[in-house]
């Protein structure tokens, strides 16, 4: 049931936006990183550690940085660089290398937005609970001068999904969505909501979320669709297929959408 229910989140919105909640800050490891997440959860179970050797730092290094914001600027582009090939390689010392290069780069310079988020996405990447408060850190220090960055609400909901904190991150994608500008965004943030459910098992939190933004926009079909996915989850069947045959009916879902609705309904045994 959870396969089928991310399968049917992802097409429902993959006809406008893309699926990557960490792609959304211009510079750096935000760009670089995007496509690195599917090696990492490849290799979980390859046997290959990729933890950096001895990252136990919950804090940017302080010693042997320059001052000034082109050196910093020169740690990060480096230190991104260096991750994102590390990640993929599976290279342990290169990551404790880039690493430290991106905690120097926030040292140097504190007043980058994009070093703090790149270290943070970074910290996430390395998926080690101990390093996310860390990573939560730096993103809330990022939101407290931009409140209503989109990027960096959902970077927090998704760090606060990987340690179980289901709350918690539903409300910070609740946040997120209430951000959107257009429907392309809505959708962005829907389909982290989405998933948060999904890993999460917070489908009355998701569904109450679905709702509000339901009602922001209505016509929006691919919303219509994920919260059958949810409901399906939840195990609430009649409540699923009656909202998979209303975008069926409704004349106005993209084909991409329409046909997930289709796909949805046959596999869950509807009329």
Excluded at 121 to 150: C, F, G, H, M, S
Excluded at 192 to 217: D, I, P, Y
Aim: charged share 20%; glycine share 8%.
């Amino acid at each position: 049931m959870p396969k089928t229910a991310e399968r049917t989140i992802r097409r429902a919105v993959a006809g406008t936006v893309g699926l990557s909640f960490l792609v959304a800050a211009a510079a750096g490891l935000c760009l670089l990183i995007a496509g690195c997440g599917k090696d990492r959860q490849a290799d979980k179970g390859s046997g290959a550690s990729t933890q950096p050797a001895d990252t136990a730092s919950s804090a940017p290094a302080q010693a042997a940085i320059p001052s000034d914001p082109a050196g910093a600027a020169r740690l990060h582009a480096t230190g991104a660089v260096m991750f994102a090939t590390a990640l993929v390689e599976k290279d342990a010392r290169g990551l404790d290398e880039a690493l430290s290069m991106l905690e120097q780069a926030v040292a140097a310079d504190n007043s980058v937005a994009a070093y703090k988020i790149d270290l943070g996405d970074a910290y996430v990447q390395l998926d080690r609970e101990i390093l996310i408060p860390t990573a939560l850190d730096l993103y809330e220090e990022v939101l407290a001068a931009e409140p209503k960055n989109q990027a960096v609400l959902g970077r927090i909901a998704q760090a606060y999904g990987r340690v179980g904190n289901g709350a918690a991150a539903m409300a910070f994608a609740k946040k997120r969505l209430a951000a959107a500008k257009s429907e392309a965004e809505a959708n962005l943030a829907v389909t982290q909501v989405g998933f948060l459910a999904l890993e999460t098992q917070q489908w009355a939190a998701g569904l109450e979320v679905l709702a509000w933004a339901r009602e922001r926009w209505p016509g929006n079909q691919a919303l219509v669709l994920v919260t059958a996915a949810l409901e399906q989850g939840a195990g609430r069947k009649a409540e699923a297929l009656a909202n998979v045959q209303r975008v069926i009916d409704s004349g106005q879902a993209n084909q991409r959408v329409l046909a997930e609705a289709k796909a949805m309904k046959e596999r869950m045994g509807g009329p």
